[in-house]
């Protein structure tokens, strides 16, 4: 906070000398088919790279398997905008008082906007209000939601969510494990939210490092997920919504378990290639990259090839937790069987609301069986279509 311009004139100096080194390699492209233009050069501590005019790339550590998240900070002349905040913690908040340290140059973060509700993404909103004064933007959804599973974290895992496990094919053994896991993890990663927020919604305009961004929604990784489209250069900011090297977990979850996420998933996505010109994709985890066609229809070709595995493999009639065969190829244990039992659902709740499936209950676990022909171009057609999932044109909010 004591930073002098000299200083915030040196860490930009730094940040701009590794940029010409990027420059220098040309970027990359890759055998995923994106071009990487800063080639495998990432920021770390609390160095940033510029991505364009005003706007850096900074990175975040997590205390996960994904070990990583990328904010990206704006110069708004006397203060800072910064897109998603990294989750909360020792290290994070480490991270954020070396680029305090080394690049903030004594302005505060007056901003904060979070792509959506996760903890990596806004579990440092709270103490960067309370830090700065930052306000707070969000989607409702997300940030309702967010209060929502913030308040409703508790030690004994509910009732309704060891029931949706049992109903899914898992074993009955191991339902004292189920019991004695945690239900406080949410709570856990995220600092207590601001008590205010600012809202934005699909089609909202906002400035931001002296551009105008127009909000794009994503759904099915989350409820309302925030993309930022950039009115004035081809820059994009997608979130979770689009990764490049990994997919993001799309799942059903107990509070909801009619839910259809991967229709609002490839929804999303394929609204997504209506993009105007090839902007530079600037996304939460890996590397800020090229190619966003490539990448989204990667994406929803990816879920349709698991959706004809599944279909096939429904052949005869599964369990959700027996289809993993079919859509996974390691074993799974930990957070990850909860999250891959999630995905399966999420594949097996599209196929059925596509009549591609049937759904028997036996009064105690829930066996789908496959009918009908799997067509993957018209799978992907219908399910724009459906009903509660079909979103407006993007040229209507352009
Ligand atoms: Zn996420």
Redesign the pocket.
């Known amino acids: 906070m004591s930073k002098t311009k000299a200083d915030a004139g040196k860490s930009e100096a730094k940040a701009l000398s590794q940029a010409s080194v990027a420059d220098h390699r040309g970027g990359v492209v890759e055998d995923d088919g994106l071009l990487y233009p800063h080639a495998d050069l990432v920021p770390e501590g609390g160095n940033v790279i510029p991505v364009a005019e005003g706007i850096y790339w900074a990175r975040m550590p997590l205390p996960w398997s994904l070990d990583h998240i990328n904010v990206y900070l704006f110069d708004e002349g006397d203060s800072w905008s910064v897109v998603d905040t990294g989750s909360m913690g020792k290290r994070g908040i480490a991270a954020w008082e070396a680029l305090e340290e080394d690049f903030l140059g004594g302005k505060p973060v007056a901003r904060v906007i979070g792509t959506?509700l996760?903890p990596?993404?806004i579990g440092l909103a709270g103490w960067l209000a309370e830090r700065y004064g930052a306000t707070l933007t969000m989607t409702a959804l997300e940030y309702m939601t967010a209060a929502h599973l913030w308040m409703g974290g508790t030690k004994e895992v509910p009732e309704h969510e060891i029931e949706f496990m049992l109903k899914s094919g898992v074993d009955k053994q191991f339902e004292p494990m189920m019991r004695g896991a945690r239900f406080d993890n949410y709570r856990r990663g995220v600092h207590q939210l601001p008590s205010q927020f600012v809202r934005i919604e699909d089609g909202s305009e906002i400035l931001l490092g002296g551009r105008r961004w127009r909000v794009v929604i994503g759904r099915g990784?989350?409820p309302e997920h925030a993309c930022l489209s950039c009115l004035d250069e081809p820059l994009f900011i997608s979130g979770?919504q689009v990764l490049p090297n990994i997919t993001?977990n799309v799942s059903v979850h107990a509070r909801e378990p009619h839910s259809n996420p991967l229709a609002h998933w490839i929804a999303s996505l394929e609204r997504m290639k209506e993009i105007p010109g090839d902007p530079l994709v600037l996304p939460?985890h890996g590397r800020v990259f090229k190619g966003l066609d490539t990448r989204l229809s990667a994406l929803v070709n990816s879920h349709v090839n698991k959706l004809k595995s599944l279909h096939d493999w429904c052949s005869e009639e599964r369990t959700p937790v027996e289809t993993f065969p079919s859509l996974f190829r390691r074993k799974l244990s930990g957070m990850d069987f909860y999250m891959a039992l999630g995905e399966a659902l999420a594949h097996l709740h599209l196929l059925e609301a596509m009549s591609l499936v049937t759904r028997s209950f036996d009064g105690d676990v829930n066996r789908f069986m496959a009918c009908g022909a799997f067509d993957a171009v018209e799978v992907v057609a219908q399910t724009k279509t459906l009903p509660g999932v079909a979103l407006r044109d993007l040229g209507d909010i352009y």
């Open positions: 959506h996760h990596d993404h990784h989350s979770d993001s939460s």
